[in-house]
């Protein structure tokens, strides 16, 4: 199968799409942006023995490729509308390109996102780049930038379900809520758009609760206490991990894709399945609070003050 044939079978779907006046097909593709809109690009890669494990099934990273690069659209606060595709293969056979295809289109058609181009490379290893583009009304995107002394941080969901999920792949256990929370994310879309005008900033948790609410304070040049106690934790943690296990897993592990966001506190009344866990402060730094007291917290763990 040459490249021509290989992109027709498995990725030209030829799906009319809002926007798109020329597809997959041409040198590039024409889109026709919303009037009133920004765009907001983000673009992501996973690479085969770094990403995943090479034994990975092929239509969890496609679905994989697309939903993290979603997750970073949300965190801005916009609506995908298109992508396009960087597709690096060792000889695969066709089984493993349809499995792909189809949890590429499994995860876009959540959303309606048309790929409308790409590029296709043989290579060593599998490398797979999608690239979004989002739309949000002209100067409201989400930034990090925004958190101001006497907001509440919130956080979606529920954090560490993913890492959670990977320990027991490791250990050859499997929950299937766990587990799915670590092969299938699912990007908070509708959360982020309705975070338009509410939030002060937002972004999404993908290297950890912790980690990724310092850069925000950061960004934002303000400090922060986070409330331990008060952080979000799904049922099928507790079952599987003890206190101290489970709380390192929701404040460091890692591909939540939850948002971590900051707003005046009544801001944000009415929207759903958010939990405040915190305040900005004028302390530089994030302080952690437990019991009442507050505790030592870094990336990569977190232990109690002596
Ligand atoms: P060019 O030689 O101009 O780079 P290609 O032969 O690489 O063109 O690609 C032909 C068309 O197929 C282009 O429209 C390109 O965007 C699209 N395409 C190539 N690879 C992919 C892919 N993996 N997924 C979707 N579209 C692709
Ligand atoms: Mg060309």
């Known amino acids: ?38 765009q907001i690009q983000v673009i ?95 100067g409201k995107a989400l930034l990090r930038s925004g958190a101001m002394l006497g907001d509440t941080i919130f956080v979606t969901g529920t954090v560490g379900d993913s890492a959670a999920g990977l320990e027991l792949l490791g250990r050859g256990e499997r929950d299937s809520f766990l587990t799915n929370r670590f092969l299938r994310p699912q990007a908070r879309i509708e959360t982020g758009c309705r975070l338009v005008g509410c939030a002060s900033a937002a972004i999404d948790v993908s290297d950890g609760l912790i980690g990724d609410l310092k850069k925000l304070l950061q960004a934002s040049g303000v400090g922060g206490e986070l409330d331990i106690d008060r952080v979000p934790m799904s049922d099928a943690i507790k079952v599987h991990f003890d206190e101290s296990h489970r709380t390192r897993l929701a404040l460091t592990g890692g591909d939540d894709y939850e948002l971590c966001f900051t707003a005046r506190p009544n801001a944000v009344d009415g929207i759903a399945d958010i939990t405040a866990i915190g305040k900005i402060t004028d302390e530089p730094g994030l302080a952690c609070r437990q019991g009442g007291v507050i505790v030592e917290c870094d990336d990569s763990g977190y232990r109690h003050f002596q």
């Open 1 to 38: 199968m040459d490249e021509f044939e290989l992109i027709e079978r498995f990725f030209n779907r030829r799906i009319s799409s809002p926007g798109v006046a020329v597809g997959i097909g041409d040198d590039g593709a024409v889109l026709q942006p919303s009037p009133g809109h920004d």
């Open 44 to 138: 992501d890669t996973l690479v085969e023995g770094v990403h995943f494990p090479a034994d990975s099934q092929a239509e969890d990273i496609g679905y994989r490729v697309v939903a993290v690069n979603l997750s970073d659209i949300a965190a801005m606060g916009a609506r995908p509308c298109w992508m396009t595709l960087a597709l690096t293969l060792p000889p695969k056979n066709e089984q493993w390109l349809d499995d792909f295809a189809s949890g590429l289109f499994a995860a876009a058609g959540e959303f309606d996102v048309a790929l409308v181009g790409g590029d296709t490379t043989g290579g060593d290893a599998v490398v797979a780049t999608v690239h979004i583009t989002g739309e949000v009304a002209t």
